[in-house]
């Protein structure tokens, strides 16, 4: 019989290709039941894999070479990588949970139409495993006359489901803790995958106790396939053409394969591209080159079965002693010649016995089969289909189309079939099948939470990212945009600002740089509360620490406020004892009720006390500057109070000195002065803010956009610490902005509460090293090179917004920062502004969703 069947395949009308088609018998969580077999399936996680470390890489590959060596040897078993256009209407759904304040349907719509445009596609890893045969089942039931009772005699008992199910559920158990991390598919994802093959636009059926059976189960695959010599016709129920298919081989691999390198075959399918056959008249004149170059998205289809290391190591053996008898046949003749294919056979099998015998090595059989689809036309799909033949050419790969076969291999594709045309297939090693990485790419973010861009890396995807999560997740709360100017990194900033405050946070902002007004007409532009607060008598007395921290009580008040009057103050007055008289003056403000600090200055220059006098007519001169008026001025009329309730704060306060660290009191000049006397203002509001007890189930965040200004003072770093160390307690996140990312470091107290990192580009090494060291990437020219490259245009032009990013887990890959809208990258530009004035909100207005 097998010689007949070897015979057959080598015609090609073997009996695996002639077997019928699958018949469906039910399908549950796990499992695919058909007539003749039961099949065990699970979804598969994405690693990360782009910017993984060398040795991470080999971890996990020798991961991946055992879990096939060990836990699948044996076993039959059906790969699936699989694509589904993002549904981007889920996000509007998604939207109604995560946003609360402002015009959130507004901002969630533009959303929806931005992932519209870029039509990002999702990846679905499946793996199937045939874990029992049912054809004496069947026969068992027939036998029983259950057909009398009107039960077909292929169908499910509860016994025997009960049976399959924990069967899955051991083997889901072992995949689990491999690098996959596989789960049981749900039912209705096995659903999918069944019906999406027919492409029909009928909803799929519903499991009725978790299981799709009977007439539920025969609509999944109502439909017609017509075959043709080079593709395959999708015949919907008019009878109209919907999809044209091609089923590709790969006939041929190189001796030797690298990872990273073309190795990875499976991890590259989202990398094939192509330029669509276009009509000329049918393009606009200023069309973006770039737009027309679309992904083919071709998906996989790998049966393949692992040896046991026993029959392995036999079969190696047997090729070993092949070539050594060739070697020795050759040696006996004239020529004495073996040849070096002979002699590098020999080596070659010997060395994998060696390894087979040490270590998780053994053989896989396996069939690749890739399935191009269009759903254009049949132009479309050839030319789809050259692109993915030149793809693989050029990683040394041979890949054709199985020209008079294509009904065969479409069938063998399908879930619950079978090996159809077993003569196109390859044996390999299991480094060799596990090397191509079919679950390598790219991923990094929050699995929920604001859309804030798209992965750029080998596999698409969303990047999310929620400034005020860490608490929920009882993890650290402090993220950094790093990067040098120009890049960025306050644009992605301001828009994770909007994405919190639409999250219904207390969003406060300390602008040293004096370019995040934009933020604030974004704000008001989607109904958000927002206010721009700035230095000058127009905003005089809205840092008025009294105002500020009148929540805390006086008594917090009358330890600040003396404390702020005394760095102001000129040296030679302090130097006089003249903190006594103000301390004096603030006793007595206090008690006379509404206290504030200009009243605190008229009391001193009112005093009988020359000292006092003195000292309140200097205070009172420094009041009347701009940098003076907010904290000690008297309050101006319409000025709008600092008050931590929801929405964006921005305290704009450019043009600040700050001392050095190690720059002494006494020689502060009258600018530095006035500088860290406004700053002690914000700085015990900010902490005072975040630490209050009313206020702790209210989301916070504190943003500091050029962190290198507090970074450089005592008082400053202290600051950033503390919010850090106890942000998680708080419900507080802390968000810094800095080009520094080498003075960052030398805060321990920060880099330890690090969740996330937004690495923009940076050109000098010992910057680059300092980021790679937050990133988690090793240090070196690698690294550094990336980080040199990253925002740049292939011709060299700035790529604004493109970014390394860091995230909770350690992930790490590239990521697109993204704006929704034009109007928005408008509102959010930080380039000198000609009116710096917000923009007035407009009548909040009801989106069709």
Not at 105 to 126: C, F, G, S, T, Y
Not at 550 to 559: L, P, Y
Request: hydrophobic share 40%.
């Amino acid at each position: 019989m097998k010689m007949l069947q070897r015979i057959g395949n080598f015609l090609g009308v073997g009996g695996d290709r002639s077997a019928e088609p699958a018949q469906y018998v039910a399908l549950a969580d796990g499992l695919v039941i058909t007539a003749t077999h039961a099949e065990a399936w699970f979804t598969l996680s994405n690693s990360n894999t782009d910017l993984m470390t060398e040795s991470a890489r080999d971890t996990e590959l020798d991961e991946a070479c055992a879990a096939l060596a060990k836990t699948l040897a044996g076993s039959d078993v059906h790969l699936k990588v699989l694509w589904s256009p993002l549904n981007a209407q889920d996000y509007m759904d998604e939207a109604a949970h995560l946003f609360t304040a402002g015009n959130w349907r507004e901002w969630a719509a533009h959303h929806v139409e931005r992932l519209d445009q870029i039509a990002l596609p999702n990846r679905h890893l499946l793996m199937g495993v045939r874990i029992t045969d049912r054809s004496g089942q069947a026969a068992s039931l027939s036998r029983r006359g259950a057909d009398s009772l009107g039960v077909s005699s292929t169908s499910v008992s509860a016994r025997e489901l009960a049976k399959l199910d924990a069967i899955m559920r051991r083997l889901g158990r072992r995949l689990e803790s491999t690098p996959w991390r596989a789960q049981p598919a749900a039912v209705e994802m096995l659903a999918w995958m069944i019906a999406r093959e027919q492409h029909r636009t009928t909803p799929l059926p519903s499991p009725t106790k978790g299981l799709i059976t009977g007439a539920k189960l025969t609509a999944l695959t109502r439909g017609r396939i017509l075959p043709f010599p080079d593709h395959l016709r999708v015949i919907d129920a008019r009878g109209h053409t919907t999809a044209w298919v091609s089923i590709l081989t790969l006939t041929g691999f190189p001796e030797r394969m690298e990872s990273p390198g073309n190795g990875e075959w499976l991890r590259t399918l989202s990398e094939i591209t192509y330029v669509p056959d276009i009509d000329d008249d049918d393009l606009d004149d200023d069309v973006d080159p770039a737009s027309l170059i679309l992904p083919v998205s071709p998906e996989a289809s790998v049966r393949f079965k692992v040896m046991p290391k026993r029959d392995a190591m036999k079969k190696a053996d047997e090729a070993r002693k092949l070539a050594k008898e060739q070697r020795r046949s050759a040696s006996q003749h004239s020529a004495e010649d073996p040849g070096l294919a002979i002699e590098e056979t020999e080596g070659v099998m010997a060395e994998l016995l060696r390894d087979m015998s040490r270590e998780d090595v053994t053989l896989a059989e396996d069939h690749p089969r890739l399935i191009v689809t269009s759903t254009t036309g049949v132009e479309d799909l050839r030319a789809r289909v050259d692109a993915v033949v030149l793809h693989y050419g050029g990683l040394g790969i041979e890949v054709g189309v199985g020209e008079e076969e294509q009904r065969e291999l479409w069938l063998e594709c399908q879930a619950g079939d079978q090996l159809r045309v077993p003569d196109v297939g390859h044996t390999r090693d299991v480094a060799g099948l596990a090397g191509s990485w079919w679950w390598g790419g790219a991923k990094v973010g929050d699995d929920e939470g604001p859309i804030a861009g798209y992965l750029t890396g080998s596999t698409p995807g969303l990047f999310r990212n929620d400034l005020t999560i860490g608490s929920e997740k009882g993890d650290a709360t402090t993220t950094a945009y790093i990067g040098r100017s120009g890049r960025g990194k306050t644009t992605a900033m301001m828009r994770a600002m909007l994405d919190a405050a639409f999250r219904g946070a207390f969003v406060l902002a300390l602008d040293f740089k004096g370019d995040l007004g934009g933020v604030v007409a974004a704000g008001k532009r989607y109904g958000l509360n927002a206010h721009l607060i700035e230095t000058g008598p127009r905003f005089s007395g809205v840092a008025d620490l009294f105002k500020l921290l009148d929540k805390e009580g006086s008594e917090r008040a009358q330890i600040e406020v003396p404390a702020q009057l005394g760095i102001a103050m000129p040296p030679h007055l302090r130097a006089r004892g003249a903190e006594t008289p103000v301390q004096r003056a603030v006793n007595e403000v206090i008690a006379q009720g509404e206290p504030a600090t200009w009243k605190v200055v008229e009391a001193l220059r009112s005093s009988d006390d020359p000292l006092a006098r003195e000292t309140g007519d200097a205070l009172y001169e420094l009041a009347q500057t701009g940098i003076g008026a907010p904290f000690m001025g008297r309050p101006a009329e319409g000025a709008v109070p600092l008050t931590p309730e929801p929405g964006i704060w921005v305290v704009q306060i450019p043009g600040l000195s700050l001392p050095g660290a190690s720059d002494a009191r006494e020689d502060w000049n009258v600018l530095q002065r006035m500088s860290v006397a406004l700053m002690h203002s914000m700085l015990a509001y900010g902490i005072t803010t975040t630490g209050r007890k009313d206020l702790r189930t209210l989301r916070k965040a504190v943003c500091v956009p050029e962190v290198h200004v507090l970074t450089a003072t005592r008082e400053g770093a202290s600051f950033l610490e503390y919010i850090a160390r106890v942000g998680r307690a708080l419900s507080t996140a802390l968000v810094l902005d800095t080009q520094d990312p080498e003075s960052l470091s030398k805060l321990v107290g920060v880099i330890e509460q690090l969740t996330t990192v937004v690495g923009f580009q940076l050109t000098n090494a010992a910057q680059q090293d300092a980021l790679a060291e937050m990133l988690g990437l090793p240090s070196g020219k690698h690294t550094r090179d990336l980080i040199q490259a990253i925002g740049l245009n292939p011709d060299g032009e700035i790529r604004h917004g493109h970014a390394i990013v860091r995230d909770r887990r350690f992930n790490c890959a590239t990521v697109q920062i993204d704006i929704p809208t034009a109007e928005l990258l408008k509102l959010l530009d930080t380039t000198p502004r000609a009116d710096p004035e917000p923009e007035a909100a407009p009548a909040p207005q009801e989106v069709a969703v």
